[in-house]
């Protein structure tokens, strides 16, 4: 009897670390290293599929120890299942651990990553008949004065013109980071992300104090607590800077309550908060509503990175590019081979899958 090659016959779930070039400090907390999962997949003719998943326990709540013991559960499920269920899966995954969306996007990862091999396809043509090449921003992340300097103007000399700003643990250092940044890179794009750091009337407060300085954001990311729609609604109609809904856009239901209160212009989709599948829902539905489209990630390595990269590039409808965590991993940050030292994605040489294996 011939077993078919799509059959999944196994699976692995080993650690996914390594040292940071800085911590990576923002208003909720920090990464000091990357310990995140990885889960693989073997298809029954020896194809493999990699997956990540990324906890961010500080932004989601999710435990390591406990998504290491769900990829356990669901590893031992997924024995025996055709990889051409992918969406199947995907709907019982999201049934069962819809609370463990890190978890859901490492298995969803690995899942499409050896369809995809099997296909003889790159992931992004599973969202669109065109690669596009996507520039990311870079993360200057909470710190010292001295530090953000050195940030700037390390990333600026790499070629890096947008850079993604972290506030809202400290008014007065914020506004001198933010102006120290326009002064290293005076014809750069600043965004400002408060992670849920602000209330509306002190982001508000905190937009006249860089008026001031003759400083214009061209975004502003959460800058209010997940569940303040009212307060990100106050500050969308108070200003025309576009305002990016990130902690309050985690699932598919909070994007049409953000579309539905009119609280934001942009969405931040992020694998890591929904899954694979969704995340692709959630970029359709904030389009034909209106929305433009940020992709971003956790602290994440290549794997999940390129992932990203991968359903932006097919889906070709993304205004903002976030995925810049590589260059915060000791080691990698000089980018990887889809990555170039200056930002740019360009994913047009993969032939199968994510296009990111590992050795063993």
């Known amino acids: 009897m011939t077993v078919s090659p799509w059959l999944i016959q196994k699976n692995q779930i080993l650690p996914l670390q390594a040292p940071l070039i800085q911590p990576f400090r923002t208003a909720l907390g920090s990464h000091d290293t990357l310990d995140n999962l990885l889960f693989v997949l073997t298809l029954a003719d020896g194809t493999k599929g990699y997956g990540e998943a990324a906890v961010a326990t500080h932004i989601t709540g999710e435990k390591l120890s406990v998504t290491r013991n769900n990829l356990q559960t669901a590893g031992r499920w997924l024995v025996g299942q055709d990889v051409r269920d992918a969406l199947t899966i995907s709907r019982a995954l999201h049934e069962r651990w819809d609370n463990n969306p890190a978890m859901i996007a490492g298995v969803e990862m690995a899942l499409f990553d050896a369809l995809t091999r099997q296909f003889g396809c790159p992931l992004w043509q599973l969202f669109g008949s065109r690669c596009r090449k996507l520039q ?195 080691g990698n940050a000089a980018g990887h081979q889809y990555l170039s030292s200056r930002g740019v994605y360009d994913l047009s040489s993969i032939r199968k899958g994510i296009g990111i294996t590992f050795k063993g």
Do not use: W
């Open 136 to 330: 990311t921003d870079i993360t200057i992340v909470i710190a010292d004065l001295a530090q953000t300097q050195n940030a700037v103007q390390r990333f600026y000399a790499k070629g890096f013109r947008k850079f993604k700003v972290k506030i809202g643990r400290n008014f007065d250092l914020d506004v001198a980071r933010v102006a120290t940044v326009r002064k290293l890179a005076p014809k750069g794009v600043i965004y400002l992300d408060a992670n849920q750091g602000f209330s509306a009337v002190t982001m508000l407060k905190f937009l006249k104090a860089l008026k001031r300085l003759k400083i214009r954001p061209a975004l502003l990311e959460q800058p209010v607590p997940r569940a303040d729609l009212e307060g990100l609604r106050r500050i969308s109609r108070s200003t025309d800077i576009p305002v990016c809904a990130d902690e309050s856009a985690r699932s598919l239901k909070d994007v049409v309550a953000v579309i539905r209160s009119k609280a934001a212009s942009v969405v931040s989709v992020k694998l890591m908060k929904s899954g694979l599948v969704e995340a692709a829902a959630i970029a359709r539905v904030a389009r034909a509503a209106g929305l433009k489209l940020m992709i971003s990630g956790m602290m994440e390595s290549p794997l999940a990175m390129t992932a990203s990269a991968h359903l932006a590039a097919g889906l070709g409808c993304f205004s903002y590019v976030d995925l810049d965590t590589p260059f915060f991993i000791r």
